[in-house]
């Protein structure tokens, strides 16, 4: 006879993720749902991009070439209301960081015991179905605009320029004394980007988790209108979240194409 969790059990159980240790110490354990379920997401994401490509129209679109549009329109207003142009990397960047962002962060519209329940009957005791609610996952996402932002950066003004920027921001180096206070700035500056993008992106998924995982444990009849209502503010927290990434995102790299 199956086991019954109380309240702390079954909220506890949920927020353990399915993990695979390859090594000792905890840098070797892989959380594999984070990693199954983001690039489920991401094929999702490239596998509708690639047929809408391979069967674009310039008659009458279908259905799901006109949402495809949609979105490039959404996202391209976004490029040229910041960077005053088309900037097609950056645009490219931006539309994909928006849309599997959204789908991963999507996940947690789920029923909170559906894919767990399922996994189970596979062995599969502990899941988590929402990447984004890992913070593993969200430092990934972040650090890898970090590193763009790096190459953005040397792309545009050279690698002695970059240099430059860095002794030379905020303040005119004038004084032997503004270069390390510019330097210390530039580098609080720079690290300040991945982590707010991660920790914003974590906090706010992590949290509409666990208010589901919680609206769980009422009764059956005692859960529904609050799971409804949570339910469709979630829906806008999610799709905030995914326009929070991408936009930031965009903005940085327009500040690493400026020059002096």
């Not at 690639?50 to 679109?61: D, H």
């Not at 580098?187 to 914003?200: F, N, T």
């Not at 706010?204 to 609206?215: P, S, V």
């Not at 009764?219 to 503010?233: D, E, H, R």
């Amino acid at each position: 006879m199956a086991k019954v969790l109380t309240s702390k059990e079954y909220i506890l159980h949920h927020l353990e993720n399915w993990q695979v240790s390859l090594g000792q110490g905890d840098f070797w354990t892989l959380n594999v749902d984070t990693l199954l379920f983001s690039v489920l997401m991401g094929l999702i994401v490239v596998g509708v991009y690639l047929y809408c490509a391979a069967r674009i129209t310039s008659g009458v679109p279908s259905r799901l070439q006109s949402f495809a549009e949609l979105l490039f329109d959404f996202v391209n207003t976004q490029i040229k209301d910041t960077f005053g142009h088309e900037d097609r990397f950056a645009g490219a960047l931006a539309l994909v960081i928006f849309t599997w962002v959204f789908l991963m962060n999507f996940m947690d519209l789920i029923p909170v015991d559906l894919i767990p329940q399922i996994l189970h009957l596979f062995g599969v005791n502990y899941v988590r179905v929402v990447p984004t609610t890992d913070m593993n996952m969200t430092f990934a996402l972040s650090l890898t605009v970090f590193f763009i932002l790096i190459g953005t950066n040397i792309y545009y003004k050279g690698f002695l320029g970059y240099v430059k920027h860095i002794f030379s921001h905020p303040f005119p180096p004038q004084f032997i004394i503004t270069i390390p206070i510019n330097f210390f700035l530039v580098i609080i500056e720079e690290l300040a980007k991945p982590i707010s993008l991660s920790l914003r992106l974590f906090g706010n998924l992590y949290a509409g988790e666990l208010i589901f995982i919680l609206i769980a444990t009422l009764p059956w009849y005692a859960m529904i209108v609050p799971q409804s209502i949570w339910l469709i503010f979630h829906i806008l927290v999610i799709t905030l979240q995914a326009f929070v990434f991408m936009i930031l995102t965009i903005v940085y790299i327009s500040m690493a194409k400026e020059t002096h």
